[in-house]
């Protein structure tokens, strides 16, 4: 090439020219090619190539966090936690170094209250179990059937696993990869999960001091707001709930979203 003999000196602004025609080329070009409707350039798919996927999701159905006062208490029996066969997938749980499994405050507190028939608050049912598996199942199809993305069955060098260590989550990102990999694994399942004090998969009010001071008061003081407070007198009179101890429309709403979906009547994710 002819610019392969020019010093340096002059090799740098003649390089600089060559880029900007080549520039300009590209700018013609792109003007001459077709567009969408919306003015845009169509991709051709063909040149793309896939290279991550992030999948983030909470967890299935579960019993509510805190029964409402009421004289008849819902029925939460234990045939409710009933791992349904297909979703059974076994996993390990180390902190997000490598290490033992974090302890879950959460957990702990979840086990100090017991509902009506045996279960505690906050644990996935298999209603929930059998969602976390349909969505699996739909990841499947996207990519390992219709885009060759990951292996059919689970190989943890191609697969990152992190989750909050509740045990509800936990089960949930079983049953999901369960759904994902059809329950076949090349390698152990490693879930990681952190310290609840330094967790940021949730807000942390423990380690946020920004979001305390945020958030404040704001769940008190959205009762007071007017028409709130007597709207939600109304409910709990309609409900024969006579204790102020806690219920609000957040409490209520977790309850009833819990028994629509404890059997099931509610459709299914993915199905």
């Not at 008849?72 to 170094?97: G, K, S």
């Not at 190989?155 to 509740?166: A, D, K």
């Not at 958030?215 to 007017?226: F, N």
């Not at 028409?227 to 007198?233: N, T």
Request: proline letters at 7%.
């Amino acid at each position: 090439m002819i610019a392969g003999v020019f010093s340096a000196r002059t090799w740098v602004p003649v390089g600089v020219l060559a880029a900007l025609a080549y520039c300009a080329h590209r700018r013609r070009v792109a003007r001459a090619e077709p567009r969408g409707p919306d003015g845009r350039q169509p991709v051709d798919r063909s040149q793309l190539e896939l290279k991550m996927v992030q999948v983030v999701f909470r967890h299935g159905a579960r019993s509510p966090l805190k029964p409402l006062p009421q004289k008849q208490q819902a029925e939460w029996n234990l045939q409710l936690l009933e791992v349904p066969p297909h979703t059974q997938f076994d996993y390990t749980i180390t902190n997000l170094a490598g290490g033992p499994k974090p302890h879950s405050p959460f957990d702990s507190q979840y086990r100090e209250t017991k509902l009506k028939g045996g279960m505690f608050a906050g644990q996935l049912t298999n209603v929930g179990m059998q969602q976390m598996f349909a969505l699996g199942e739909r990841l499947r199809k996207n990519y390992v059937e219709d885009i060759p993305f990951l292996s059919p069955t689970f190989n943890p060098l191609e697969v990152f696993v992190r989750s909050t260590n509740i045990y509800r989550n936990l089960e949930s990102t079983r049953c999901l990869l369960a759904g994902l990999f059809q329950c076949q694994k090349e390698g152990p399942i490693i879930i990681h999960t952190d310290e609840a004090s330094s967790e940021v998969l949730y807000p942390n009010y423990q380690n946020c001091w920004n979001l305390q001071e945020r958030t404040r008061g704001r769940r008190k003081a959205a009762s007071l707001q007017p028409g709130i407070s007597e709207d939600l007198q109304k409910v709990k009179e309609g409900m024969g709930i006579t204790s102020n101890d806690g219920v609000d429309f957040f409490s209520l709403l977790d309850n009833v979203a819990a028994e629509q979906e404890k059997t099931g009547s509610r459709k299914l994710c993915g199905s």
